[in-house]
C-alpha cells in the first residue's frame, strides 16, 4: 500500500565517471533506463517520488518520468540528496539509487517500516565472513560476521532527523559517502535490515557486466 506522506528521493545527478557510459540513470536495461525501473518500483511505496538529474537532462527526464518531480541534482550525491529533501513533502523520505535497479519493492518497504520505529534504517547485506578493519593497508582488527554489515540502499528517515543531520554536516563541512552515516556520526541508533544479494550497486564495467546478466530479474 502506497502511503501519502512517504516522499521517495532518487539522487541520479551524476556523470557515471567510474563507469565511463555517462549518465547512468539514462543507462537500459531490459530495454528501459535504470530511472524507470527504480521510479516504478519507488511509486509502489511513496506518495511522491523525486528524482534529481544533470540540469542539461530535465527535459528529458520529465519526459521519461511522468507523475515524478525532477529538479537538477547537485555537484555531488550528497548535495542531490540535499536538494531532494529540501523539495519532499513528506514527513519520512526513502533514498534510493538509481544505481541500484534491482532492490526489491519488498525491501524498500522493509526499510521504511523499520525507520518508522526508530527515526532511520538502512539495507545491510551479510558479509558471510569475518571483516577486517585495515590501517595502511595491514589488519589491525578482525570483526566477526555478526558485528559487521555492507551498506546498501534503500536507506529511509524521518525528514525532519535528515534535514537536520544535513544541517549539522554541512555546518561542519562534512561529506558522507552513504546518507546513512549521517545518523551514525551522530550517534543516533539506526536499525539495520537484511539487504539483497541482488541488490548491487552499478558502479564498475564489471558491474554492468553483471547487471546485464540479472537483467530478467526487472521484467
Same mark, same amino acid.
Given at each position: ?50 528524482? $534529481? ?8 527526464? !520529465? &519526459? =521519461? +518520468? ?5 529538479? *537538477?541534482?547537485? /555537484? ?72 559487521? $554489515? ?8 524521518? !525528514? &525532519? =532527523? +535528515? ?5 549539522? *554536516?554541512?555546518? /561542519? ?47
Amino acid at each position: 500500500m502506497v502511503e501519502a506522506r512517504i516522499s521517495a528521493l532518487l539522487p541520479a545527478g551524476g556523470g557515471g565517471t567510474r563507469l565511463g557510459l555517462g549518465d547512468k540513470g539514462f543507462l537500459e536495461l531490459a530495454g528501459k533506463p535504470l530511472l524507470h525501473w527504480v521510479a516504478e518500483k519507488a511509486r509502489q511505496v511513496a506518495g511522491e517520488v523525486l528524482v $534529481a538529474v544533470p540540469g542539461e537532462r530535465l527535459d528529458e527526464a !520529465r &519526459a =521519461l +518520468l511522468p507523475g515524478c518531480v525532477v529538479i *537538477a541534482g547537485g /555537484a555531488t550525491r550528497h548535495a542531490s540528496v540535499a536538494r531532494l529533501v529540501e523539495a519532499a513533502s513528506g514527513d519520512r523520505v526513502l533514498v534510493h539509487d538509481v544505481a541500484r535497479p534491482f532492490a526489491s519493492v519488498a525491501l524498500m518497504r522493509a526499510v521504511l517500516a523499520a525507520a518508522a520505529g526508530c527515526g532511520c534504517a538502512g539495507a545491510m547485506l551479510d558479509p558471510e565472513v569475518p571483516v577486517a578493519r585495515l590501517r595502511d593497508g595491514c589488519v589491525v582488527e578482525a570483526l566477526a560476521r555478526s558485528e559487521a $554489515a555492507i551498506f546498501q540502499a534503500p536507506q529511509a528517515f524521518d !525528514r &525532519a =532527523l +535528515l534535514l537536520r543531520l544535513l544541517h549539522e *554536516a554541512d555546518q /561542519a563541512g562534512w561529506e558522507p559517502q552513504s546518507t546513512l552515516q549521517l545518523a551514525v556520526r551522530a550517534g543516533i541508533p539506526v536499525a539495520a535490515v537484511p539487504g539483497e544479494k541482488t541488490n548491487i550497486k552499478i558502479t564498475t564495467a564489471d558491474d554492468w557486466r553483471l547487471a546485464q546478466l540479472l537483467e530478467f530479474h526487472l521484467r
